[in-house]
């Protein structure tokens, strides 16, 4: 059976100082380190996370700048456009009269010349004609 005497009252007193000297030397410090660590890992959560927000917000700044560069990009490309065009007609144009200018230009020039070659044609035609009577009659005309 057990006993209580002293011996029990010096191992309470033993438990006690055990106590004491473990939680000096061991609890106190692990408890905290461990708080250390925890205070870190919620600083770089809290770090984390405020990175996460900060890219967000950037990222949004990003496809804002990205919209507005190509909304800013299809006007200019259909401001391009239109010169192109406007360019394009007015080029055409100039292209169209310069032929129809030579082309009238050329009716004109082959109009003379057939003109100049009736007239040629004519004048040898009767000396032609002159020519035949008088070997056809065989006397000169007069």
């Given amino acids: 059976?057990?006993?209580?005497?002293?011996?029990?009252?010096?191992?309470?007193?033993?438990?006690?100082?055990?106590?004491?000297?473990?939680n000096k030397l061991l609890?106190?410090?692990?408890?905290?380190v461990i708080a250390e660590r925890r205070e870190s890992i919620d600083g770089s959560h809290a770090r984390?996370?405020?990175?996460?927000?900060?890219?967000?917000?950037?990222?949004?700044?990003?496809?804002?700048?990205?919209?507005?560069?190509?909304?800013?990009?299809?006007?200019?490309r259909s401001l391009l456009k239109k010169a192109a065009a406007e360019e394009e007609a007015k080029i055409l144009s100039e292209a169209h009269g310069k032929?129809?200018?030579r082309l009238q230009s050329i009716k004109d020039q082959v109009a003379a010349?057939?003109?100049?070659?009736?007239?040629?044609?004519k004048s040898e035609a009767q000396s032609l004609a002159?020519?035949?009577?008088?070997?056809?009659?065989?006397?000169?005309l007069a």
């Avoid at 002293?6 to 309470?12: C, K, M, R, V």
């Avoid at 984390?48 to 200019?76: C, P, T």
């Avoid at 002159?130 to 065989?138: D, E, M, P, S």
């Fill in 1 to 22: 059976m057990i006993s209580l005497d002293w011996t029990l009252g010096l191992q309470f007193l033993n438990f006690i100082i055990l106590l004491i000297i473990l």
């Fill in 27 to 32: 609890y106190r410090p692990l408890l905290k």
């Fill in 48 to 76: 984390a996370k405020g990175l996460e927000a900060d890219i967000e917000e950037k990222m949004q700044r990003y496809q804002a700048q990205l919209g507005e560069a190509k909304l800013f990009a299809n006007e200019e």
């Fill in 99 to 101: 032929a129809s200018g």
């Fill in 113 to 121: 010349e057939a003109a100049d070659a009736s007239k040629t044609l």
């Fill in 130 to 140: 002159g020519q035949i009577a008088t070997k056809v009659l065989g006397r000169e």
